[in-house]
């Protein structure tokens, strides 16, 4: 490191070879003999070192990168990871043979994890997750998206959003929040689903808009959960209180969850295996961010893949996440996700890497903060002992992480 000029905060990360997914730009955006410069937390410069202006790198503390790749940030735009206990006595009776109704009628699934969460303080909830988060942050994660859904009513959902948001206060990580609210039926709406979406756009959604606990509001949108024409009803709400929404969508069945989404503008649209060609014209139409989770197809034993060549075909962008929850992707792992994504799901590994950084945040929106290695963004960084980008994706249990960088830091 060379000598540091403390007043003019400005550090410079020299010699190494960028993948700067800015938008745009040809596949990841190389830059070989490359440079970030930052100043108070911010990209001042990313780029070529020989076009650096010379204001961009005076009084600068350098950092020799010997070479190394330097990425953006890493961003989980999809989870669930503020819940309580787990679900590994579900996993071990459905390897026995029972089936999911069983699993249910002994107390397990959703209903199972929001006895959990009930049952757990604010505190014990933070508790609990940090390990989770720390896992994600040690592969590169400087993003994270939380979702409720496993309290499902007014008490527990803000105190299961309360602890999303102390998370970014117990480590260096920008979190996102989600009110999933109208994820599953509780137990003492005694199977009465249009009552609880009244309960859900009524009372909790504002309240939680009231206590700003929230940065976007998801649903659950399925046969086993709620159809379009109470979504709707959620959606409405939502819009109502200035949140932005998103969508669990078609993943075990087609209901049109994609172009619902799509109507209403949402970020995104996730899971996405049975949507159709008119949900892909209409997310493209939107903007509507396609979210593929390929751990929950993996842990549940889907066969029905996402469309994928249906969204290259109708330039839906795609973002990539962990889906990290209790009972049917139980993986904290981004590294992980982009190999099965490519593994099966035949994403390229430009496509993999573009869906964890630059697509994620979008899915956030967040983009014009986060997820490139452009001037004016946040200087989120992950920096890797790799030869080529494709390690990242092609590698399985192996983390080349030499540094992670959170708004300079």
């Excluded at 007014?154 to 990580?173: G, T």
Aim: some cysteine.
């Amino acid at each position: 490191m060379g000598g540091a000029d403390k007043k003019s905060g400005l550090r410079v990360w020299r010699n190494a070879r960028l993948a700067t997914m800015a938008d745009g730009a040809a596949g990841l955006g190389i830059v070989e003999k490359g440079v970030v410069a930052v100043r108070d937390g911010l990209i001042v410069y990313a780029g070529p070192e020989a076009d650096m202006p010379a204001a961009a790198g005076q009084g600068a503390e350098t950092v020799d990168c010997q070479g190394r790749w330097i990425t953006p940030g890493l961003i989980d735009c999809h989870t669930h990871l503020v819940y309580a206990g787990n679900r590994a006595n579900e996993f071990e009776m459905r390897l026995a043979g029972a089936t999911y109704e069983e699993v249910a009628r002994a107390g397990g699934g959703i209903v199972s994890s929001v006895k959990s969460l009930r049952a757990a303080s604010e505190d014990e909830l933070v508790t609990q997750t940090l390990p989770r988060l720390d896992a994600l942050i040690a592969e590169g994660v400087t993003t994270v998206e939380v979702k409720s859904g496993y309290g499902l009513d007014a008490d527990n959902e803000k105190k299961s959003l309360r602890a999303a948001r102390r998370l970014a206060n117990e480590r260096p990580v920008s979190v996102r929040t989600t009110c999933l609210a109208a994820h599953a039926l509780p137990p003492e709406a005694r199977g009465d689903k249009d009552a609880f979406i009244d309960l859900v756009a009524g009372t909790i959604l504002p309240e939680v808009a009231a206590e700003k606990l929230a940065d976007a509001v998801d649903g659950f949108c399925e046969g086993i959960a709620f159809s379009p024409e109470q979504m709707t009803r959620v959606f409405d709400r939502a819009k109502a209180l200035g949140l932005p929404v998103k969508l669990h969508a078609d993943q075990l069945s087609n209901l049109h969850g994609a172009a619902l989404a799509a109507r209403y503008g949402a970020l995104s649209a996730d899971h996405l295996e049975y949507t159709d060609e008119e949900g892909a014209a209409a997310m493209a139409k939107a903007g509507t961010v396609a979210t593929i989770l390929p751990g929950a197809y993996y842990f549940i034993r889907e066969t029905k893949k996402p469309p994928v060549d249906l969204f290259r075909r109708h330039g839906v962008r795609m973002a990539v996440a962990t889906d990290s929850n209790p009972g049917t992707s139980p993986l904290t792992s981004l590294l992980l996700t982009m190999n099965m994504a490519a593994t099966l799901f035949g994403l390229t590994v430009d496509e993999c890497l573009a869906g964890v950084t630059r697509e994620a945040a979008r899915a956030l929106g967040l983009l014009e903060q986060a997820g490139t290695l452009q001037a004016g963004k946040s200087a989120d960084l992950a920096i890797w002992d790799i030869e080529r980008p494709a390690e990242l994706v092609y590698r399985m249990g192996f983390n080349p992480l030499h540094a992670r960088i959170w708004r300079g830091q």
